[in-house]
């Protein structure tokens, strides 16, 4: 298991779009789930969209329902965040994160203990 490593953040006007990557060395769809997460300073982790390998099904922060989009490219085990319609309260570091435990709630993917291994993250910053 390697740790993702994630890019594509920045600096971005309100309004604007950034498209976040989450790669790793072994096969994507060797894992159970993908998710995304971020962390505002003096704020505590936010759940922001997680997506279930195997079907396709994906939950959202209502925060972001809308305007973000999760996918992902099993050819280049590669996890991606869509980011559209960027407010300055969507500036943070961005974290994916990788699950290999099954649920049949697609909603404990919320939760950041269901998930195995973590990025170091990336900052994206959306100026007013």
């Known amino acids: 298991q390697v740790q993702p490593a994630e890019s594509g953040g920045g600096l971005v006007q309100a309004g604007g779009s950034l498209r976040l990557s989450c790669a790793a060395s072994?096969?994507?769809?060797?894992?159970?789930?993908i998710a995304w997460f971020r962390r505002a300073p003096g704020k505590e982790r936010e759940f922001v969209a997680a997506?279930?390998?195997?079907?396709?099904?994906?939950i959202y922060a209502d925060s972001v329902k809308g305007r973000f989009i999760i996918s992902k490219d099993n050819k280049e085990n590669t996890g991606f965040l869509q980011m559209n319609s960027l407010k300055p309260e969507d500036t943070a570091v961005y974290h994916c994160?990788?699950?290999?435990?099954?649920?049949?709630?697609?909603?404990?993917?919320?939760?950041?203990?269901?998930?195995?291994?973590w990025g170091q993250g990336t900052q994206v910053t959306v100026s007013s």
């Open positions: 994160a990788k699950s290999w435990r099954w649920s049949p709630d697609i909603s404990a993917y919320r939760e950041p203990a269901t998930f195995d291994l």
């Open positions: 997506l279930r390998l195997n079907g396709d099904n994906t």
């Open positions: 072994e096969r994507t769809g060797t894992a159970i789930a």
